[in-house]
């Protein structure tokens, strides 16, 4: 009977120590759980606000391509008009310069 208590109470120590094994095992899942959860949550908020950004950014970028499509129009028409009168200008300038050389010619005739 000395042995039946002495391994019933060996048995008891075994089964206490695995008991409270098994609680330390269980409290630290729980415990990483929550971590895992927790970290989880934060990469979601983190997740939300990068899309936001994302999204804001995209907008911004189609509107400032429509404004610069808008004013590379409206470049490209000034620029038609500019070259236009330049083109005008050196028409008469060159006009010009032809009358006045016609009239320098006449009125200094080639000198003997």
Not at 65 to 89: A, G, M, Y
């Amino acid at each position: 009977m000395g042995d039946e208590k002495q391994s019933a109470s060996e048995l008891d120590a075994v089964l206490h120590h695995h008991h409270n094994v098994q609680e330390r095992l269980a409290e630290e899942m729980l415990n990483l759980a929550r971590n895992l959860k927790n970290n989880t949550l934060a990469a979601q908020n983190v997740i939300k606000q990068d899309n936001q950004t994302l999204t804001h950014s995209l907008r911004m970028a189609d509107q400032n391509f429509e404004k610069l499509k808008v004013e590379s129009e409206r470049l490209e028409q000034h620029t038609k008009k500019s070259v236009n009168w330049l083109l005008w200008l050196m028409l008469v300038v060159v006009c010009f310069m032809f009358i006045s050389m016609i009239l320098f010619i006449r009125i200094f005739p080639k000198l003997r």
